[in-house]
Nanobody
């Protein structure tokens, strides 16, 4: 059974850090590109960061200065290290695995909530 399970969200103060992770099962994890998206209140879902099967990373704009995406193919785990969190970072963060073949579905986790408040 294919499953993406995120954990590690929560509430932090401005400037704080979180390290959400996504554990996958039932997928060929090591050969897939992976990504984190986020859904901010009132906005469309947007790419946060992605990492290829060859460990090449890409970030949305200036997020690269505060966020770090990584993968552990032995644990089938995708991680997003977030630091210096700002009041405009809160939202739902989702793990994503794009399909590699036309007949396969893209995979989305259910998402975790990140909140930033003093």
């Amino acid at each position: 059974q294919v499953q993406l399970v995120e954990s590690g969200g929560g509430l932090v103060q401005p400037g704080g850090s979180l390290r959400p992770s996504c554990t996958a099962s039932g997928v060929d994890f090591s050969n897939n590109n992976l990504a984190w998206y986020r859904q901010l209140p009132g906005k469309q879902r947007e790419l946060v960061a992605e990492i290829s099967s060859q460990y090449i990373t890409n970030y949305q704009g200036s997020l690269k200065y505060r966020f770090t995406i990584s993968r552990d193919n032995f644990k089938n785990q995708l991680t997003l290290r977030m630091k210096s969190l700002k009041p405009d970072d809160p939202g739902i963060y989702l793990c994503y695995i794009p399909s590699r073949r036309p007949w396969e579905d893209d995979l989305w986790g259910k998402g975790i909530r990140v909140a930033v408040s003093s």
